[in-house]
């Protein structure tokens, strides 16, 4: 059975810092295509970050301020943000996209998704 279990979410002042975490079982996150997403209130989910081998795509909105990466040896994919703006305030989700496949931006193109870490930026 595949798990994806988020962590790391929290409050944090504008500028500040966080590192989300997310934790597979039952699949390797070294060969899926891995993903961040993220849905504020009140608007469509969007995605934020991706990992497919050794390339890595993000959304404009978060380039240069976020980085994807992975452990392998834990099973475990990481978004770290840094600047982190009001505007970011929103669930985030991690998810899988089965290996093979190209990448995707789309949240429907991913077969396995997790329940999601709140993140909230004050100004």
């Known amino acids: 059975q595949v798990q994806l279990v988020e962590s790391g979410g929290g409050l944090v002042q504008a500028g500040g810092s966080l590192r989300l975490s997310c934790a597979s079982s039952g699949l390797p996150v070294s060969s899926y295509t891995m993903g961040w997403f993220r849905r504020a209130p009140g608007k469509e989910r969007e995605f934020v970050a991706g990992i497919r081998w050794s390339a890595t795509f993000y959304a404009d909105s978060v380039k240069g301020r976020f980085t994807i990466s992975r452990d392998t040896a834990k099973n475990t994919v990481y978004l770290q943000m840094s600047g982190l703006k009001p505007e970011d305030t929103a669930d985030y989700y991690c998810?899988?996209?089965?290996?093979?496949?190209?990448?995707?931006?789309?949240?429907?193109?991913?077969?396995?998704w997790g329940q999601g870490t709140q993140v909230t930026v004050s100004s």
């Open positions: 998810a899988a996209r089965t290996p093979f496949r190209n990448t995707s931006r789309l949240w429907d193109d991913y077969d396995y």
